[in-house]
């Protein structure tokens, strides 16, 4: 029985070992040097392929890796030298606006290496040292109270009485109105939104009537300077605070950089000690 026991561990071991043997075969890598397409005689290779998925989300690269996405994905590459060629016959690439471009990219990779290279990665934040920026800094982890807004601007105020009188006909037909009418182009262009105003942020002779207004609801005429204003309020936000917990995360990031930054300051002050700097 123990024998036939024995032989039966050994014969499984072996199948499992054989499996193992042909998962790894089937998971080698690709060649680097690998021709995945030639386009005008120009080789795309696995090098290429791998370039581009360098940096990418893990989701990405697990699309990669199917037979779809790996055709996706070389297609790009595809258009990427036919365009790139396009471009180097129309003599683009010479231009000065993009050597310029090129090399105020290429100056910003080097110094972002030089960085990393020089400045050792900071040590973690003790709790009490994030628990003292949080107590000194809670003006950032509280939100005050908001509105987000529509507004119609105008400078006639005979006008702006005519629009209200609209309005109030059809409350619904704000954002239409405000393209129709207003003279601010920005929020023109928005049918009027202009975005959330936190209290504090408008002129008092504004913010005491938008503030009081329900969503949904519209303002009066408002004269503010030279302009007569129309609001309708879209939507309210409570005052919002960040617990510490909650903000625990954030604050250990923003203490590691500024504790890297100063690093980086000084390894430049160091420089420019041993530097001959002459400024004209």
Not at 24 to 30: D, F, L, P, V
Not at 254 to 278: H, M, N, P, V
């Amino acid at each position: 029985m123990r024998k036939l026991l024995s032989v039966s561990v050994i014969a499984v071991m072996a199948v499992i070992l054989a499996c193992g043997c042909k998962q790894q075969g089937g998971t080698k890598a690709a060649e680097p040097g690998k021709v995945l397409a030639i386009v005008n005689g120009e080789k795309i290779t696995q090098a290429d392929l791998d370039a581009e998925l360098a940096g990418k989300p893990d989701f990405y690269k697990q699309r990669a890796q199917t037979e779809d996405g790996k055709k996706q994905l070389i297609n790009k590459l595809i258009d990427q030298k036919l365009l790139m060629e396009d471009a180097k016959k129309k003599g683009i690439n010479e231009s000065p606006e993009i050597k310029a471009k090129v090399q105020a990219y290429e100056q910003r990779l080097v110094l972002d290496a030089l960085r990393d290279k020089v400045v050792s990665a900071p040590s973690e934040p003790t709790e009490q040292d994030m628990k003292k920026f949080y107590d000194d800094h809670k003006f950032m982890f509280n939100r005050p109270e908001s509105v987000r807004l529509s507004q119609i601007v105008l400078t006639d105020k005979a006008k702006a009485d005519q629009v209200y009188k609209e309005l109030k006909a059809m409350p619904s037909k704000f954002g239409e109105l405000a393209t129709k009418y207003s003279e601010d182009q920005f929020s023109k262009s928005r049918g009027g939104d202009m975005g959330y105003a936190v209290k504090g942020a408008l002129p008092p002779e504004i913010e005491s009537k938008v503030f009081g207004l329900k969503d949904g609801q519209i303002s009066q005429v408002i004269q503010y300077d030279d302009r007569f204003y129309l609001f309708q309020v879209l939507e309210h936000k409570p005052p919002e605070s960040t617990s510490f917990d909650q903000a625990k995360e954030e604050i250990k990031k923003r203490l590691q950089f500024e504790k890297q930054d100063e690093g980086w300051k000084q390894y430049l002050e160091g420089l420019k000690k041993s530097a001959k700097i002459e400024v004209k």
